[in-house]
């Protein structure tokens, strides 16, 4: 059984640098693509972008230029660096398997990280 | 920019059976997947490729698409199937995913 584990901090200031860290365990870190879907308080869900195994990345145009994915497969984990956030970056973050761009399903979900932008 | 419209909210009896609908252009030439975030916990997917069910998800939920239009269906409804519903696709055209706007399903 797949299972996403993730952490990162959880209160930032604007201007400041969200990262977060999603761990795989339970299953292949290789050959698959890793995700990151963010959804504001009561709102809907936000795709981020995706990296794969081998380190291709491919980002939402709308957060393109403040997103950098990174990963270690030594360690089964990938993460996420948001730069410059702003309370509009206020958010559960989640992690999820799926090679999206190929049309695959996010299968896989971490519980999700809340994560709040604020002076 | 693709965009996917989802009723907000869609009621249901107890015991009966539930459709939601997820309207887009074409989007029977897109891979549509579904997901159910209950209350609190995160989204899981329920349905994927417009009608296949993962392992685990019961019967009762199914997919069906046409031209402009993919549905989820609910049969036999139960209390534990309130949540938001929420459609999903990937847009080639602007290397992005798109998803609904997300349906309450509430059940009576």
């Known amino acids: 059984q797949v299972q996403l584990q993730q952490w990162g901090a959880g209160l930032l200031k604007p201007s400041e640098t969200l990262s977060l860290t999603c761990a795989v365990y339970?299953?292949?870190?290789?050959?698959?693509?890793w995700n990151w879907i963010r959804q504001a308080p009561g709102k809907g869900l936000e795709w981020i972008g995706e990296?794969?195994?081998?380190?291709?990345?491919n980002y939402s145009p709308s957060l393109k230029g403040r997103v950098t994915m990174s990963l270690d497969s030594s360690k089964n984990q990938f993460s996420l660096s948001l730069t410059s956030v702003t309370a509009a970056d206020t958010a559960i973050y989640y992690c999820?398997?799926?090679?999206?761009?190929?049309?695959?399903?996010?299968?896989?979900w971490g519980l999700g990280t809340l994560v709040t932008v604020s002076s | 920019s693709y965009e996917l419209t989802q009723p907000l909210s869609v009621s249901v009896a107890l015991g009966q059976t539930a459709s939601i609908t997820c309207g887009g252009d074409?989007?029977?030439?897109?891979?549509v997947h579904w997901f159910r975030q209950r209350p609190g916990q995160a989204p899981a997917l329920v349905i994927y490729?417009?009608?296949k069910r993962p392992s685990g998800v019961p019967e009762r939920f199914s997919g069906s698409i046409s031209v402009n239009t993919a549905t989820l269906t609910i049969s036999t409804a139960q209390a534990g199937d309130e949540a938001d519903y929420y459609c999903q696709v990937w847009d080639g055209s602007t290397a992005d995913v798109v998803f609904g706007g997300g349906t309450k399903l509430t059940v009576l």
């Open positions: 490729r417009e009608t």
């Open positions: 999820a398997r799926g090679h999206v761009s190929f049309g695959d399903p996010f299968d896989y």
């Open positions: 339970g299953g292949s870190f290789r050959g698959y693509f």
């Open positions: 074409n989007i029977r030439n897109k891979n």
């Open positions: 990296i794969s195994q081998s380190g291709s990345t």
